[in-house]
Every structure is written in C-alpha cells, then in structure tokens.
C-alpha cells in the first residue's frame, strides 16, 4: 500500500510538472491544432492496439477484422457529428441564461422568475418525455422500416436546429419590443428535449454495441473527448461568431440542420457498416 500511495503521489507531481511546462504552450495553440493533436493521439492508440495483436497471442489480442474497423469508423464519424449537437446544446447554460436575464420578461402576475431556474425545464422535461420516448424507440425498433441509430441522431439533431429557429423569432420580439416573453424560452428548452433524447441515450449504447470488446473503454473515451470539444467550442461559439459578422441564432440553427441532413445523407452507409447493431 506505500508503494502505491507513492507511486500515485510520484505521478500526480509529475503530471503538474508536465502541465506546468507545456500548460503555456498548448492554451496558445489554435483550437484547431488542438483537435488535430487530440484525433492523432486516438488513432495512434488505436492502431498501437492493432499492432500490438499482431506481435501477441491470445484470443483478446487478435487482429481487428474488416467488420470491427468498420464499426469503429461509424463510431468516429458519429462522434464527429455530436460535437455539432453538444456544441449548441451546451448554450442552454451560457448564451441562452444570459438571454433569460437579461432579454427574457420573466413576469408571471407580479412574480419575477429567476433567471437561473430556466435552467430546471431540461431535467424537467426529461423527466416527463424519458418514458414517453423509452416507448417510442422500442415500438420503433421492432419495426421493419424503422429509424437506424445514425438516422435517430439526425433527427435528433434536426430537432435541435428547429429550437434555435424558434429562439431566433424570440430574440426579433427582443430586439422590438425590449425584452422577450419566457414562452419562448420555455418552448426552445422543450424543443432541445425532445432533440437531446433523440442522441444522447442512443449515443452512448451505440457506442458499446458497435465497439470491439477490447476497446470499449477506448471508444466511450473518444465519445466523451468529442463531447469536451463540443463544450469547449459552445464556450467561444458567440466570441467566434460575432468576430465573423454573423447571426448567432442563424448559425446555431443552420450548422445542426445541416449536419442532421447530412448524417440522414451518409445513414445507408454507416447502416451497413454496423452489420445489424443498430
């Protein structure tokens, strides 16, 4: 146990030395390069797992096949495609509070709403439409026509595109009269819901259906890490924007519309490539 408990002390002091180092280095770095680093890495990971079946023994060890390499590909490429998701659902807790505040007439009688309980309406919402949808995607998967996971995450994102149409209509009642009725808000939440319920519970199984067993963990990583360049980019989504001279409530509901055809585009494709998981 002291051994352990200095191995761990050793690492966690030089992990801060190594931040410490090349912390100043990597913030400068353009998201871009960032991301680039980051999908390197991946790979490497994952063809060093593939090199290194080939040079041990054992069933665990075995090559990955053509079929498990597609799999894979469907992973990362619907991986891909969340950032588009999270990237503007993750407003909900920056750009769209700050509009609660500040843009949104939060009266109900003589009641002043607090900004901050808009952000209840989600877990509400799912709260209420969890079951609803649990029953939905089981009667859809039973059917023979039925909507594939790649083709529900389209939708999905569809969905949310459709929000920030509606949130876009809310901040023109803004610009006009001052400040917003908190139905569009409400609705906005609702619509995300709908649209988070669509990807997110069906993201995560795909993940673990599709995976090879030796590498779950590596995938639901890359899963996650793809949903930290999300957060990341919702944080400077509106800095960006601005930059560029352009609409941000234009944006937020033309990327994920966009990305949601595309994804419905390319379903047959990756449909195959997941040889009937999904």
């Not at 060890?61 to 469907?74: C, D, F, K, S």
Request: hydrophobic share 55%; aromatic share 14%; proline share 4%.
């Amino acid at each position: 146990v002291l051994v352990w408990a200095v191995g761990v002390a050793a690492f966690a002091v030089g992990l801060v030395a190594l931040y410490g180092l090349v912390g100043p280095i990597w913030s400068d770095l353009p998201t871009v390069v960032k991301v680039i680093v980051g999908v390197v890495l991946i790979t490497g990971a994952i063809f060093g797992l593939r090199a290194r079946g080939k040079k041990e023994g054992g069933e665990a060890n075995y090559p990955l096949t053509l079929e498990e390499w597609q799999r894979i590909a469907v992973i990362m490429i619907l991986s891909v495609f969340v950032i588009f998701f999270w990237a503007g659902f993750e407003q909900a807790g920056g750009t769209m509070n700050l509009f609660a505040y500040e843009q949104t007439d939060r009266h109900i009688g003589s009641w002043e709403m607090p900004a901050t309980w808009f952000q209840g309406f989600n877990p509400l919402f799912i709260f209420i439409l969890a079951p609803i949808f649990s029953v939905i995607w089981g009667w859809n998967d039973k059917q023979s026509w039925g909507l594939s996971t790649p083709a529900k995450m389209g939708v999905g994102m569809i969905v949310l595109g459709l929000g920030f149409v509606v949130m876009y209509f809310g901040q023109q009642e803004a610009n006009t009269v001052g400040k917003a009725s908190l139905v569009w808000l409400v609705m906005v939440y609702f619509i995300h819901t709908v649209g988070e319920l669509c990807l997110s519970p069906i993201g995560l199984s795909m993940v673990t259906k599709l995976s090879p067993v030796r590498i779950v963990s590596l995938m639901m990583g890359v899963w996650f890490a793809c949903t930290a360049v999300a957060d990341y980019l919702s944080g400077r989504m509106e800095e960006i924007v601005h930059h560029l001279g352009f609409d941000l409530w234009v944006v937020l509901f033309t990327i994920p519309i966009g990305a949601g055809m595309v994804l419905l585009a390319i379903t047959p494709v990756l449909k195959k490539w997941m040889h009937g998981r999904g």
